[in-house]
């Protein structure tokens, strides 16, 4: 069982940065592909970003690529999500999960933190 605890959300300007965290309890961190999703006011849930077991593949939406970057710290159990150059349609609940595959799917991600909101003005 793994637990997971996002952090970081807030509000920010566009064109302004955040980084959200995602503590993850137990001692199997390393043993789980991690991902970022989130859903906006009125939307369904979407993939973010992606990254395996030990971090040498990654993978992010479109939408995302070039201004948001997905990293983890197995030693810290913590999985990051870095944002710069945020929009407001980036505006969302941000949900970090686990799983067993590095995967844009969220039906293949086994664990899900409560979410962290993120709010960008325009």
């Known amino acids: 069982q793994v637990q997971l605890v996002e952090s970081g959300g807030g509000l920010v300007q566009a064109g302004g940065s955040l980084k959200l965290s995602c503590a993850a309890s137990g001692r199997t961190f390393s043993t789980y592909s991690m991902g970022w999703f989130r859903q906006g006011p009125g939307k369904e849930r979407e993939f973010v970003a992606t990254?395996?077991?030990?971090?040498?593949?990654?993978n992010s939406a479109d939408s995302v690529k070039g201004r948001f970057t997905i990293s983890r710290d197995n030693a810290k159990s913590t999985l990051y999500l870095q944002m710069n150059s945020l929009k407001p349609e980036d505006t969302a609940v941000y949900y970090c999960?686990?799983?067993?595959?590095?995967?844009?799917?969220?039906?293949?991600?086994?664990?899900w933190g409560q979410g962290t909101q993120v709010t960008v003005s325009s």
């Open positions: 990254i395996s077991r030990n971090g040498g593949i990654t």
């Open positions: 999960a686990g799983g067993l595959s590095t995967t844009s799917s969220a039906s293949l991600y086994r664990y």
